[in-house]
């Protein structure tokens, strides 16, 4: 409880750069420098990376407070940190994974928020078949790499510093593929907006015309880079669920909106009332996949993801019950949340790939053919 009054009362003093608002698990452009000031913060407050171990410089933070402290960052309308992709996923896999090298030069600049990273996996012809990743890393005599090929729906790379990238080292299938870090500055790379049903702009193609990568940019051994994107996965579908605790935050404000509105009959309580019992679900289910540990491979990781992505889309088709008509007539917030909420169920694996999952890992049920 302790940890939470504090957590509220640094929320309401702690001076707010200029245009912050809670944009979700990545910032857009025009939000990176105030996420980034945001996390500076954060860091020397002691509220960034709160999941990090003491001995990579993190307060180690209990599950309890982790999710309080998303919760109250959800009620005050901020982010829990600049992106996820830093935080979450590359600070635990280079802890796993990197040299300690890579561990001294990266993990203090993501929880300061000096390095904002991206994460480049998808590829035209590889998203939920990952393993098919054509992006080619060839070995020059000097033992650097050279990298050639194209990446696509890569959030936040037009303002990324660096990029987590999985390419292919050897022969096909995933113990031909390798995990680099990539400066997105790096001659060779180009990166190009895509542009959303919502209007903005959050992901990206990038092209990666002979970039040249230092031996030292190898995270792990060559070959390793398939054990790299799982673990990295795994870390996204519990870092997606820690986003979703502060989902309670948007039922209040679809029941305020539909009650504004003259909307909040019998029929959309029953709805808000279940959508509320499926986020304490998701949020037990989240609690439980930290607690378990950080197997990747787990399929409480899975059962996450497709209880968060769904209700999330679910809660966000309910801010148009509760709007009604008005949702057609105003520049609503409500709206854009319906316009993204639908994009929860593809990233980070979409749900049918969740489903598979679960069906043969838990239910046991025969491999479905590759
Ligand atoms: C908002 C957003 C942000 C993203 N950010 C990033 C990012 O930063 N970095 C990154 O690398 N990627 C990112 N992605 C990409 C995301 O990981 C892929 O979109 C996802 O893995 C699906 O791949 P795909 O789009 O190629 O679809 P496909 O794999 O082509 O799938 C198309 C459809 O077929 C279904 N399908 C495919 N295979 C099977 C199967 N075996 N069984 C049953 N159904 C199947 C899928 O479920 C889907 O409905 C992002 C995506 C979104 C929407």
């Keep these: 409880m302790r940890f ?9 003093t702690a001076p707010r750069p200029a245009g912050l608002h809670d944009y979700g698990p990545t910032p857009s452009h025009g939000d990176v420098r105030a996420g980034r000031d945001w ?3 954060l860091a020397e407050h002691g509220y960034a990376c709160l999941h990090w171990p003491a001995e990579h410089g993190g307060p180690d933070a209990s599950v309890a407070d982790q999710a309080a402290f998303a919760e109250e960052c959800a009620r005050a309308g901020v982010p829990r940190q600049l992106s996820m992709v830093g935080p979450d996923l590359v600070g635990p896999v280079l802890m796993r994974f990197g040299t300690p090298a890579q561990q001294q030069r990266h993990l203090a600049r993501i929880r300061d928020g000096r390095d904002l990273w991206c994460q480049l996996f998808s590829e035209p012809g590889a998203g939920s078949d990952l393993a098919a990743v054509a992006t080619r890393a060839v070995e020059r005599p000097d033992g650097s790499w050279q990298v050639r090929g194209q ?11 660096l990029g987590i990238l999985l390419a292919r080292s050897g022969g096909p299938g995933p113990g031909g593929l390798s995990a680099f870090v990539v400066p997105m500055r790096s001659p060779g790379v180009t990166v190009r907006p895509l ?7 959050k992901f990206n193609e990038v092209f990666l015309d002979d970039v040249v990568l230092g031996a030292d940019q190898v995270i792990g051994t060559p070959g390793a880079g398939w054990a790299v ?7 996204e579908r519990l870092s997606l669920g820690a986003n979703a605790v502060g989902m309670f935050e948007s039922i209040v404000e679809l029941e305020t909106a539909a009650a504004a509105h003259g909307r909040l009959d019998d029929a959309l309580r029953d709805q808000i009332v279940e959508a509320w019992i499926r ?9 439980r996949a930290i ?16 209880l968060t992505s769904e209700t999330y889309r679910d809660i966000a088709d309910l801010g148009i019950a509760a709007l009604g008509p008005a949702a057609l007539e105003e520049e609503q ?15 980070g694996g979409t749900s049918e790939i969740q489903r598979t999952i679960l069906a043969e890992r838990i239910l046991g049920l025969p491999r479905a053919p590759r």
């Design 4 to 12: 939470r009054e504090d957590v509220t009362r640094f929320l309401e």
């Design 39 to 41: 996390q500076a913060t």
């Design 151 to 161: 990446k696509v729906w890569t959030s936040a790379a037009d303002s990324a510093d």
């Design 195 to 201: 542009r959303q049903m919502d209007g903005e702009s």
């Design 229 to 235: 994107a799982k673990a990295t996965l795994g870390r």
């Design 279 to 287: 986020v304490w679900l998701m949020r037990v289910t989240w609690e």
């Design 291 to 306: 607690e378990e540990g950080t197997d990747p491979s787990g399929s409480t990781f899975s059962v996450l993801k497709l």
């Design 333 to 347: 917030p409500l709206v854009k949340r319906m316009l993204v909420g639908h994009a929860q169920t593809i990233l």
